[in-house]
């Protein structure tokens, strides 16, 4: 029973490494990610300062950079780069030109407001779907825990239920996001940051602090 116990805290409870520290710590984690807005009309060129551009996306990173690229209606990119700063209604852009742009914005965990554009965030990778353990290995974990199903949607919300041999289980609900090589659950209660190595329908997860490795495979549709 210890040990049962001993997992729940390892696979839902705040990690302290390194990054772990960064990013739990980070103030708006929704933001971070690569956001993506596209023209609803592709072929004319509607009224509006997005008028110019088919696509726009830009990404946010924990060390308070970000990038921008916009897609022209001809097929060129323009580019640019810098830091940002934000609170809870404004957030600022300060490119390495040193220009500084301030805009209200408005976010959730897969959409952003932002000079009246709405932007979708998407995955970078084949991240989404319903995934089982094949493994769950490591210093704190006991035969008493037999798997974790996790659930990652695409639109950045997750499900997570560890279940037992004697058939007890927990379950926590709530949304992720990811930079780099770091998936970070958030849920009421608490915050888990993993690193993750994804190889097609295998998903592996490491938590370092704890010594613990959980391999999972995709369930399919």
Known sequence: MTKWISVMCLLFSLSSAVKAEDLTQFDFPLLLG??????????SEPAGEQGAYKAINISFKSDYRFSVNLLNRD???EEASGKYDLDETTIVLN???????HHEYKLNHNQLMLKGAQFTKILPNNLS?????????????????????LMLRPDFLFSARVSGKEGKSITHR?????????LVLIYRGGQQDSQF????????????????????????P
Request: charged share 25%.
């Open 34 to 43: 690569d956001w993506y807005w596209f023209s609803p009309d592709q072929q």
């Open 75 to 77: 097929g060129s990119v």
């Open 174 to 182: 709530g949304v992720y996001f990811l930079e780099d090589d770091h």
């Open 197 to 220: 190595e994804l190889s097609s329908n295998t998903l592996k997860l490491v938590d370092n602090q704890f010594g613990m490795e959980a391999v999972l495979q995709r369930q399919s």
């Open 95 to 101: 490119d390495d030109f040193g220009d500084s742009q």
């Open 129 to 149: 779907g319903a995934w089982y353990s094949d493994i769950i290995r490591g210093k704190d974990v006991g035969e008493e825990v037999e798997q974790l199903a």
